[in-house]
Structures are given as structure tokens and as C-alpha cells.
């Protein structure tokens, strides 16, 4: 059998990356530490465009279907 590869995660790539990742990360927890509840009006927001994107995907490609 052939092996197969989980696509996902890059394990290679360098430290620069890594390293911002890192930064990213410690920023958004220390956001979410020191304003709480701005970051759950921020969480809300994010989720509230998500759903929106995907109802508009759905309108379109039921505009197609029509």
C-alpha cells in the first residue's frame, strides 16, 4: 500500500514563520485576556459574517439552480 500524507500542519518551513505564528497567537491571547468582552463582540462579528458569506453562497447557487 501506498503511503499516504495527512494534509494539515507544515512541519518544515523555518523559523520566521514560526516565530510569527507565536507572536500572532500570544497577541490574540492577551487581547482576549485584557478585553474580554470586546473579543466576544469581535468572536460574534467574525461568526456573524461567516454566516452571512455562506447564505449568500447558498442565494447564489440557488440563483443558478433556478
Known sequence: MAK???PGVQTGG???PKL???AITFAVLVLIVKHPAESAV???GAFELFLALVSGFAQFFQ???A
Open 42 to 44: 469581535w468572536v460574534k
Open 4 to 6: 499516504q500524507t495527512i
Open 14 to 16: 523555518g523559523i520566521v
Open 63 to 65: 440563483g443558478l439552480m
Open 20 to 22: 510569527i505564528g507565536a
